[in-house]
């Protein structure tokens, strides 16, 4: 479970603050297909559940996403990727028209990266992400109806290889993000330290 924050409950009829809390349940898979030792293709399918505590039950949604991604290895030390993924979400609450809060969704997710080996242990990968949200509620008097949501992110990643299996990762992300219906962005930045292992 993962806590969101505060929001604006309307369950009750009193349209108060509560504490809104999410569980995540994805199931996905890909299918990798080498075109030539130098480029390659992936397919991704994904289900997941969204459930939230009864306040924001409404939120409960079922999504699906379908999507591919190319990577392809310009030199022996350069690799460039594309990415692009559409997901469709539908919330309990295009159902409950009382509660004027469907967040069902059509989302498109585009990505490019470049992966640079500096030296034989060392790699910088950048990238930038572009994601459209538009909310597909047509309820009268709920803010998403006809709204979107864009969501600007640029992240750069050093990864050293400690040995065969171990990883050191360090990173910085900046994101920006603006729904139409409200009159200012959200900005964020997240540093990141971590260890990955190959089992």
Known sequence: MRIIGFNEERRSGRRGIAGEDLTSHIWSSRIFYDVTPDLSVQVLGRFGL??????????????WTVGAHVGWRVSHRIML??????????????????????????????????????????????????????WTSGMAGDERNGAHEDIYQGEVRLRYQLTESLQELAGFQHSTRKQSFEASSIKENNVGIGLAMLF
């Not at 969204?50 to 999504?63: D, P, T």
């Not at 989302?107 to 470049?114: E, I, K, S």
């Open 50 to 63: 969204r459930r939230y505590n009864e306040a924001f039950s409404e939120r409960n949604a079922s999504f």
């Open 81 to 134: 990727g594309l990415t692009y993924h559409y997901e469709r979400g539908l919330a309990t609450g295009r159902h409950e028209p009382q509660f004027q809060d469907d967040t069902s969704y059509v989302n498109h997710y585009l990505t490019a990266d470049v992966d640079r080996e500096l030296t034989e242990r060392l790699s910088l990968l950048t990238a930038l992400h572009y994601e459209l949200n538009s």
